[in-house]
């Protein structure tokens, strides 16, 4: 008989949304050997195919059943300096574990019985964290002769930027990391809230890149503090990873009154700026008692359950309501997250599409009129269309309302390079085998040039562009 998946221990409701901590714990020793006990060793392991920076999934599952942990870590390292992240945020379900033996092929999400291949990596990494493995790592770096003295610019420290500024300085190439913010990590930092990744985690892994002489420079706005042309006149490469951090507004009546922010102002003044501790921290924040969030991706869940924690910080005896287009089944989120948002009492109301947004007379918001929606045939994403219905208007009050409907690549930078070739939505254009833009010695990855979105997918992004650059520079 198979063995049931070993599920991790959660933090209760009752706690978790009076604060910011962490909502899952990970594996414990005993739970990580049973997990990993699960894994059948395949001969032909599906599951690396599926990983978009090629761990070698099977051996470091090996490697924890033989309670060798540091030798689980050396593994994965070899692909990924970032488990403890990885293992806390990846969308695993679409990727490793989709193609684990344990789902069956025709499944486009993984089986529930999949191998927990992130929360055994989230344990290696934690492990490796609390036993400072990573010392050992850099003694295991091999420069390559032909790399010294070249230097390469990184601009953006998200996923992508951070991940090609690893590969490149363990082979010895002189990195330096321009970043816009005054922290490091990109949506990492100013997105996903510490209650999914705890911000010591996330700073641990950063500054690991510290030991492999990566230099980072924060609040430079390249293309507006610092002109894109002077990197291009000190460096060999430049890698541009600058993310998709502008919003897609509804473009409807109303939108510009008081109080209706986009997900980004509002995860960033919380998760950055810690107005949930305002006035001891500077940014203020306004905490509505009747939230609005418009969207079915990560970030209207995330937006959703900060919204509903900043309410009960402060007292306030509110809701949160979610409105979405489409079904639950079309959701872009994670089941994991929309799950997460429910127990904490988040309400959910599908097939609605907003309209209008009216405001009261100081020209704050106070409803939200919408439209009824159905489901039509599928469009270009493969989700059924919602089809609104006519003379199905009605009227949501609130108070408070985020926007969450997508993100477009900022264009501050790409506006500077009339050379720089762009996808009509503002997105960098790349040749796919090497991540190089029409610029040449610019290479480009993660968001700002499309793609599923996902931290690992932006990773493999960055390690593709960073071989690229690593090819160019030892050849030419
Ligand atoms: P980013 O992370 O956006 O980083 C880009 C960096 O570049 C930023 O720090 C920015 O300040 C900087 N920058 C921009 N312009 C300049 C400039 N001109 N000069 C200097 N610096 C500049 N993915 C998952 O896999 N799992 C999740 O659970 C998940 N949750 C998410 C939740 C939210 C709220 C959001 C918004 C996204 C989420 N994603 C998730 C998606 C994932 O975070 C992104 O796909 C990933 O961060 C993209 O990485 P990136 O390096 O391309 O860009
Ligand atoms: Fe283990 Fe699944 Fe990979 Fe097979 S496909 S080696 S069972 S994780």
Redesign the pocket.
Same mark, same amino acid.
């Given at each position: 008989m198979k063995k049931p998946l070993i599920q991790p221990k959660e933090i209760s409701v009752e706690q978790r949304i009076y604060n910011f901590d962490e909502v899952v714990c990970g594996y414990t020793e005993e739970q990580a050997l049973e997990e990993a006990s699960r894994c059948i060793q395949c001969k032909n392991p599906k599951c690396i195919s599926g990983c978009p920076v090629g761990i070698d999934i099977k051996k470091f599952i090996w490697y924890i059943t033989q309670k060798d942990y540091p030798s689980a870590y050396y593994t994965i390292s070899e692909k990924n300096n970032f488990p403890s992240i990885c293992g806390r945020?990846?969308?695993a379900e679409y990727q490793c574990r989709k193609t684990c033996v344990f789902t069956p092929k025709d499944r486009n999400v993984a089986e529930e019985n999949a191998i927990n291949i992130p929360l055994l990596e989230r344990f290696v990494g934690d492990y490796a964290r609390k036993h400072n493995l990573a010392l050992n790592l850099t003694e295991k770096i091999k420069t390559n002769p032909k790399l010294i003295n070249t230097k390469v610019a990184v601009?953006?420290?998200?996923?992508?930027?951070l991940c090609v500024a690893g590969e490149l300085a363990r082979l010895g190439v002189k990195v330096d990391i321009?970043?816009?913010?005054h922290l490091l990590?990109?949506?990492?930092i100013y997105?996903?809230p510490p209650f999914?990744l705890p911000r010591d985690v996330l700073y641990y892994e950063i500054n690991l890149l510290k030991n492999y002489n990566v230099t980072f420079y924060t609040g430079?706005?390249?293309?507006?503090t610092l002109p894109f042309r002077e990197l291009q006149k000190q460096y060999n490469s430049i890698f541009i990873?600058?993310?998709?951090?502008a919003p897609t507004w509804l473009n409807i009546e109303g939108e510009s009154l008081c109080n209706i922010y986009s997900? @980004?102002e509002y !995860?960033t003044r919380v998760n950055l700026m810690h107005s949930d501790k305002f006035p001891e921290f500077h940014t203020p924040i306004n905490v509505g008692k009747n939230v609005t969030v418009i969207g079915g991706g990560?970030?209207a869940m995330?937006a959703a359950r900060v919204a509903l924690r900043m309410q009960k910080i402060k007292g306030i005896n509110g809701k949160v309501t979610i409105l979405y287009r489409r079904t639950q089944e079309e959701m872009p989120a994670?089941k994991v997250e929309i799950d997460h948002a429910k127990q904490e009492g988040v309400e959910f109301k599908f097939l609605v599409q907003p309209v209008k947004f009216s405001g009261d007379t100081r020209g704050y918001v106070k409803s939200v009129l919408c439209l009824q929606c159905t489901l039509g045939e599928p469009d270009s994403s493969g989700r059924r269309r919602p089809v609104p219905i006519k003379g199905s208007e009605f009227e949501i009050e609130t108070d408070l309302v985020i926007i969450a409907i997508g993100?477009k690549a @900022?264009q501050? !930078?790409l506006s500077t390079l009339p050379e720089l070739k762009t996808t009509q939505d503002g997105d960098i254009i790349v040749n796919p085998e090497t991540m190089e833009t029409s610029i040449p010695n610019v290479y480009a990855?993660?968001?700002?040039v499309g793609g599923e979105?996902?931290?690992?997918?932006?990773m493999g992004m960055g390690k593709k562009a960073a071989q690229s650059i690593v090819q160019k520079l030892t050849i030419g």
């Open positions: 945020v990846c969308p601009i953006g420290s998200g996923p992508a930027g321009y970043e816009a913010l990590g990109g949506v990492l997105g996903i999914r430079v706005s390249v293309g507006k990873g600058t993310g998709a951090g997900a @980004n !995860l990560n970030t995330d994670r993100l @900022n501050i !930078l990855g993660g968001d700002v979105g996902t931290v690992i997918e932006a």
